[in-house]
């Protein structure tokens, strides 16, 4: 019995590290982000938006992979930080569609579709001549379109 046991542990154990892989990877996130999704305080100030509903997390995938791999570029002094671009954090394409998944279905957001390895490759490619941080305002109308 304990043979049977010790098997199926050994057999569940890849399934239970997959799992928490896109909580592993938002780890680097969690900086500016906050362990709950809601952007880190500092003082009076957040150092960068709360995930949680966010029209862009919940929209088109592609756009979240872009944000991730280029960044946004500071605008005004809404939020304290830059968002860097984190291309070279998430590097493989597992990695990436992992933290774009937990992104996308934490913090209350509930999204049915998964981005797979081979979505997050055709990402990166579409995003591969993109040399600059995204500019915030140019996002949110690529989200208002894609929501249309």
Known sequence: M??????????AAPFSLQANDGQTAYQTCMACHGADGKGMKAGPNTMAPSLAGSKLVNGNPELLAKIILKGIHKEDQKYMMVMAPLEAAYADDQKLADVINYVRNSFGNKNEKKVTAEDAKKYREAAKDIKAPLKRADLEKAAAKKAE
């Not at 043979?3 to 542990?9: D, E, I, R, T």
């Open 2 to 11: 304990k043979k049977l046991v010790l098997f199926a542990a050994v057999l």
